[in-house]
């Protein structure tokens, strides 16, 4: 699939590959993300999703493709990057009893322009752990450390990866706070998860990774509809139902019994008519629920899998 034109691409990815031994990590993957954008790279465990950002990131060389951030070469032009494009990555390995602010300082150094410790520490909540050990944090604040670290040079370019794995639920809804607050500087963000719920509600584009490839792309919406527009009706009617009523609907196209409940399948407005049908026929819909797909859906249907199984899920495709 090759990478779709976007608007001002400050990351520009064509035809990346990366092999390990007889493993193909990255057998072909396109992308581009455009200045301000968040964009979630999507995939199962083993999709190459890591790997694939290690290399915009510099981190890693490619066998095949080629890569452009910022109109530099992240395997050429690496030092110039590094001040541009900043790094989290899935685990940190800082020592014990290093810390909060130590932390901060001390990766400040590695930077020309660094952000003043304090006022960043203030933006992700962590300015009352300052003084508190790294040992001593709870999850949650480890990742917004590590979020700190990322952003403590003040870069063009944020990847994360993996940035709420392990949080609870409200953690996990802090840091996307966190994540839209740095938005709003201007930083484009790359975002590496498996939690689609993250997906739709942060990124403005997706790219879905599968053994190695792009298998879709675009707005959350665009690649849950890929799948198909389907909507599915399911209700309790209060009186029986001549289900003929709903077949002869042009936006219906099946209509079936599903115990007490009659379940009815459809695209465009197929709601609406199909309340309208009901209306006319002096059915009331008990207990209504209405499906659309939706990223996840399109997750399983385009991978095989949920976005969450545990098992390592690509078996490598071999040379
Ligand atoms: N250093 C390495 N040496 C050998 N194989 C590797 C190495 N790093 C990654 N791989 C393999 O490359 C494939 C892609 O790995 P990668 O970490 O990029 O996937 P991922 O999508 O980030 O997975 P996860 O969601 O589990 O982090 C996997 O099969 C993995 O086992």
Redesign the pocket.
Known sequence: MPAPTTHDPVIRVDHLRKT??R?V??ADVSLTVGRGEIVGVL??????????V?MIAGLRERDGGTVSVLGLDPERDGAALRERVGLQL?ESALPARITVREAVEEYACFYDHPLDPDDLLRDLGLLDKAGTRYAALSGGQKQRLSIALALVGDPEIAIL??LTTGLDPQARRDTWDVVEAVRRRGVTIVL?T?FMEEAEHLCDRVVL?DA?RVVAQGTPAEVAAQVGAEQTLTFRPSIPLDAHVLRVLGSVSAVEDAGADVRVRGTGNVVQDVMVALADAGVRPHDLRVHRSTLEDAFVRLTGVGPEADA?A?T?SEV
Do not use: W
């Open positions: 390990y031994g493993t990590a990255v995939g199962r465990n083993g999709a190459g999703k890591t790997t694939t290690e899935q990866d993996e590496v498996h990774v190695g390592p690509t490598p």
